[in-house]
């Protein structure tokens, strides 16, 4: 071992092997090694057991898949880093998020609530558009400087062909087009989660304004990385309520009520 | 005057004025100029007057939309870059096509036949994906090195993962997220028709390979013109059919049955 040492703060994401060795794999693309990646939740591991998850109080994990907590990130805070910090993170930096750019934050959940601290200490200018204000003073409080209804049909209007940057949190059926004509040239809307039922897309949508439709998955191991050292030097880290493990069940009922701001922690010492 | 002198060689594409003032007009898009670019062909101007198009032996138009042919590109087989070819090569040249890199044209049409000419011209390896193999022989002699038939379901499962853009110039509707998984990770897909149907788009097939779908609009002026100089130094032209003015109406009815090997071109001295 090598990375790594005996009392060392890491922490473990999403997944827990690639085959590192096909050229995503080299790239640090391990999310989309071209041989599958293994997920950390009941995936067929290379050597054929099952992966067992994050309830629990151990986990072997090979220790290139292990990413260091930086000094001064709680490890409470930095857990759902690994899944929520990145998966905003990366298309964030991606696609240029920083001074002088309009970022729109789609659905101020637990991804949401991440893409609005990420983007607005990256240095944009945030906007969070949400289905209606009930959480405006969070989001202007996470760091957005505007904060609409999409509930709202003006809020279309007046915004048109404002943001360079769309990030799109909300897995449920939103109507992409309207959201790509928020746009300005050269925009990106980017989905991290995925409906499963497609999405009508209406073509002038995008080529009247050079527009990108996109999407983005986790974030490579060295990115993982790169964005745990970011929230450290920036002081972020998730907006959590930490539960003992006789709670899952009601957290998992309020996590489908909406009611949880903005990510549940399990304290794995009460397992 | 300053940019032209008489006896020049010029061109004039799909807009003839815009409003040169706003962000995009400056930054040389006047394609998407925020106020709207004024069309050749039956737009209002900005003096209120009807634009008149190309069925024209002459035409006023103010030296800023008017581009140099330069020497070396006959007039007739320069026209049709003035629209089929710039609306290629901007999102070839905008989205990398060069050496290392595959390119796959949707569609052989007159836009598809331009694409695949400048994306061989700029060192990509090219593939065209038609619906069937009835022009293989002449997109091989365009510059494409393999030609697919997209109505053989194989061609999806052997190509999956393949292209790092793929431009499609098919304004019917095609199935979007098929073509989206033929995209390596990072891939684009350009569309630069605008199926009057809203297109459905997976998501997974956006994430799964942090894939963007895209869409662009001709080009701007200094564009066109370093597409016209591109396209004299490679020895490029339109692959054309001259007809005169009195075959205008059979000619049309030959594009509706795609029936033109690439473009028709009007001798205007028969007008």
């Known amino acids: 071992m090598t ?34 990646m293994v997920g950390t939740y009941g995936a067929e591991d290379r050597d054929g057991t099952i992966t067992q998850g994050g309830y629990s109080t151990h986990v072997v994990v090979t220790e290139h898949f292990v ?3 930086p000094d001064g990130l709680e490890l409470d805070v930095a857990a759902p880093l690994l ?3 990145i998966t905003t993170y990366s298309p964030l930096h991606r696609w240029g998020a920083g001074p002088g750019k309009k970022v ?19 240095g944009a200018e945030v906007t969070v558009l949400s289905q209606s204000l009930k959480k405006q003073e969070d989001g202007l409080r996470l760091g957005a400087t505007s ?38 040239l050269d925009g990106a809307l980017v989905n991290v989660g995925a409906p499963a039922e497609p999405l009508p897309v209406n073509a002038f949508a995008l080529i009247g304004g050079r527009r990108s439709f996109a999407g ?16 450290a030097e920036h002081g972020i880290g998730a907006d959590i309520e930490v539960i003992p493990a006789g709670k899952i069940n009601d957290a998992y009922e309020r996590v489908l009520a909406s009611d949880v701001r903005y990510r549940f922690v399990i304290d794995t010492a009460t397992l």
């Open 3 to 36: 990375k790594h040492k005996v009392g060392d703060r890491v922490g473990v994401g999403c997944m827990v092997n690639s085959c590192r060795e096909c050229a995503n794999c080299l790239n640090g693309d391990e999310q989309y090694c071209l041989k599958g």
């Open 67 to 69: 990413v260091s907590i």
């Open 83 to 85: 899944c929520a910090g």
């Open 104 to 122: 729109a934050v789609v659905g101020l959940g637990g991804l949401g609530h991440m893409a609005v601290k990420l983007a607005a200490a990256m």
């Open 147 to 184: 904060y609409f209804a999409t509930s709202d049909p003006g809020t279309f209007e007046q915004l048109a062909g404002s943001f360079d940057l769309i990030i799109n949190t909300v897995s449920a059926s939103i109507d992409i087009s309207a959201y790509l004509q928020l746009l300005t």
């Open 216 to 231: 983005s998955m986790i974030g490579g191991i060295p990115e993982t990385q790169e964005m745990l050292n970011f929230c």
